[in-house]
């Protein structure tokens, strides 16, 4: 599988951004996908998760009701919308796919990240 993420950038606090990461390769079809972010100086964590169906959702504590993870089957497309943006979710976030779950460790596939900047 391959994951090619976008939609990063620049935004105030307060702000809205939307991530999009399109899977493709024989595998990409209803394949469990995510986002992970890596702030400078710290280790990549868990921010959103969704099944290959689309129905089952999991969410970091520090996000959940602001950011919110969708797809598109047909498109085989991931999104992350994130809203009421705070200084500490700038970091690179990186498309995840191949596992539904919070633990770094056991993605199989990772996309190239896309910074995002909140400023104060």
């Known amino acids: 599988v391959q994951l090619q993420a976008s939609g990063g950038g620049l935004v105030q606090a307060g702000g809205s951004l939307r991530l999009s990461c399109v899977a493709s390769?024989?595998?990409?079809?209803?394949?469990?996908m995510g986002w992970f972010r890596q702030a400078p100086g710290k280790e990549r964590e868990f921010v959103a998760t969704?099944?290959?169906?689309?129905?089952?959702?999991l969410y970091a504590d520090s996000v959940k009701g602001r950011f919110t993870i969708s797809r598109d089957l047909v498109k085989n497309t991931e999104y992350l919308q994130m809203n009421s943006l705070k200084p500490e979710d700038t970091a690179v976030y990186y498309c995840?796919?191949?596992?539904?779950?919070?633990?770094?460790?056991?993605?199989?596939?990772w996309g190239q990240g896309t910074q995002v900047t909140v400023s104060s």
């Open positions: 995840a796919a191949g596992y539904y779950g919070s633990d770094s460790n056991a993605v199989y596939y």
């Open positions: 390769g024989r595998d990409a079809y209803r394949t469990p």
């Open positions: 969704i099944s290959g169906n689309g129905v089952g959702k």
